[in-house]
């Protein structure tokens, strides 16, 4: 009996040392496991302003209590985080169940609840070839009478709600401008309800959905309303609902030629500048109604050609479908002129046929 107790004895104290030993083991797997994790850092901003930032793991969710801070702004209701500053939907996080793979930078939608009057004058401006968009010509040379049919005028509904209703047709483009200017455009990325059956983007300048060309897809009569804010325009948002079919008939016509003159010059501008607010002119040969530059350009440079009459834009824009010789030197995005690879070129564009040549 004594032997059987010692040995009970041992048997005992051996299994309490191994349980220590794989307990001890087990809290240095956990720990080494921890300290291979990736950490990462999110940063939390309200326009230009840094809110703050919190830390987390790769693909693991942020601790609550590291960011909710962040969705207090003062007098201001919070609609939500995103990866853009534009708040595209598509960008949108939930925190609760997204995670992240990398350092991130985060925007709030804080909606204030105090906006300032919007006094500027919003208009559609767009191309057709059979409905109304066409005398516009993307915001083309118009009597304010004319331009008046194609404002977007106060709801009073909310603060600075605006509304156009207006026929539409198959292959017309169009985007939202104030005071029949271009800068601040809204196009595609600026719909929060749209219909992609009915609608679709048709790229445009920068490569932001946010300034990218409308297109129709099906004729109808739609309204297309605009929110703003003043003192922030990524908050700004459009929606477009198709009431019906058209209201009126579109009549497809035959465009005229342009008639060039002694006073019509073209322009280049492009992504070299993020705004794409530098115009480079071309030279005219003598004689002749064909125009061309020489530029050194950068990879993914995108690019279009803008035909002025005097200082007057005419809305007449040549982009890759005008094209005719060097295709093979672009990078195709169906839309914009975008160079594939680092070099100087020489662009010819031709009004009589309204083409572009590209020779490197």
Same mark, same amino acid.
């Given at each position: 009996?004594?032997?059987?107790?010692?040995?009970?004895?041992?048997?005992a104290g051996?299994?309490a040392?191994l349980?220590i &030993? !794989?307990?001890?083991?087990?809290?240095?797997a956990?720990?080494?496991?921890?300290?291979?994790?990736?950490?990462?850092t &999110?940063?939390?901003?309200?326009?230009?302003?840094?809110?703050?930032?919190a830390t987390?793991?790769?693909?693991?969710?942020?601790?609550?209590?590291?960011y +909710?801070?962040?969705?207090?702004?003062e007098?201001?209701?919070f609609?939500?985080?995103?990866?853009?500053?534009? #708040?595209?939907?598509?960008s949108?996080?939930?925190?609760?169940?997204?995670?992240?793979?990398?350092? *991130?930078?985060?925007?709030?939608? #804080?909606?204030?609840?105090?906006?300032a009057?919007?006094?500027?004058?919003?208009? &559609?401006?767009?191309?057709?070839t059979?409905?109304?968009?066409k005398?516009?010509?993307w915001?083309? =040379?118009l009597?304010?009478?004319?331009?008046? =049919?194609f404002?977007?005028?106060?709801?009073?509904?909310?603060?600075?709600?605006?509304?156009?209703?207006?026929?539409l047709?198959?292959?017309?483009?169009?985007?939202?401008?104030?005071?029949?200017?271009?800068?601040?455009q809204?196009?595609?990325?600026?719909?929060?309800?749209?219909?992609?059956?009915?609608?679709?983007?048709?790229?445009?300048?920068?490569?932001?959905?946010?300034? !990218?060309?409308v297109?129709?897809?099906?004729?109808?009569?739609?309204?297309i309303t605009?929110?703003?804010?003043?003192?922030?325009?990524?908050?700004?948002?459009?929606?477009i609902?198709?009431n =019906?079919?058209?209201?009126?008939?579109?009549e497809?016509? +035959?465009?005229?030629?342009?008639?060039?003159?002694?006073?019509?010059?073209?322009?280049?501008?492009? !992504?070299w500048v993020?705004?794409?607010?530098?115009?480079k002119?071309?030279?005219?040969?003598?004689?002749?109604d *064909?125009?061309?530059?020489?530029?050194?350009?950068?990879?993914?440079?995108?690019?279009?050609?803008s035909?002025?009459?005097g200082?007057?834009?005419?809305?007449?824009v040549?982009?890759?479908?005008?094209?005719?010789?060097?295709?093979?030197?672009?990078?195709?995005?169906?839309?914009?002129?975008?160079?594939?690879?680092?070099?100087?070129?020489t662009?010819?564009?031709?009004?009589?046929?309204m083409?572009?040549e590209?020779a490197?």
């Amino acid at each position: 009996m004594k032997k059987n107790a010692f040995l009970t004895k041992t048997l005992a104290g051996t299994m309490a040392t191994l349980l220590i &030993i !794989s307990g001890l083991t087990g809290c240095g797997a956990a720990k080494a496991s921890d300290a291979t994790k990736e950490e990462l850092t &999110i940063t939390f901003m309200n326009q230009d302003q840094t809110l703050g930032t919190a830390t987390a793991y790769v693909d693991e969710l942020l601790d609550k209590a590291s960011y +909710e801070a962040f969705e207090q702004v003062e007098d201001a209701e919070f609609n939500g985080w995103f990866e853009t500053p534009s #708040f595209l939907e598509s960008s949108k996080k939930d925190l609760s169940t997204d995670t992240f793979e990398k350092d *991130t930078t985060l925007y709030g939608d #804080f909606r204030s609840n105090t906006v300032a009057e919007d006094t500027r004058h919003w208009y &559609i401006a767009g191309t057709s070839t059979k409905g109304a968009l066409k005398l516009n010509n993307w915001a083309g =040379s118009l009597s304010d009478e004319e331009k008046a =049919s194609f404002e977007l005028t106060p709801t009073g509904n909310n603060v600075n709600e605006f509304s156009l209703t207006i026929d539409l047709f198959e292959g017309d483009q169009f985007q939202v401008i104030h005071d029949w200017k271009w800068d601040g455009q809204k196009g595609y990325g600026k719909f929060t309800d749209i219909d992609e059956s009915q609608m679709e983007n048709a790229g445009g300048l920068g490569g932001t959905a946010d300034t !990218s060309n409308v297109q129709v897809l099906v004729d109808g009569n739609y309204t297309i309303t605009l929110t703003t804010n003043p003192d922030n325009q990524a908050q700004d948002t459009l929606s477009i609902v198709r009431n =019906s079919d058209p209201l009126t008939d579109g009549e497809e016509t +035959e465009e005229e030629p342009f008639e060039v003159t002694e006073n019509t010059k073209v322009f280049v501008k492009g !992504s070299w500048v993020a705004d794409w607010s530098e115009l480079k002119e071309l030279e005219r040969k003598d004689g002749a109604d *064909t125009y061309t530059i020489e530029m050194e350009l950068k990879a993914d440079t995108e690019l279009c050609f803008s035909v002025f009459e005097g200082e007057e834009d005419t809305g007449l824009v040549l982009k890759e479908e005008n094209v005719t010789a060097g295709m093979d030197l672009l990078t195709e995005n169906g839309n914009n002129v975008k160079i594939s690879a680092d070099g100087t070129y020489t662009f010819t564009v031709n009004l009589d046929d309204m083409t572009v040549e590209i020779a490197k």
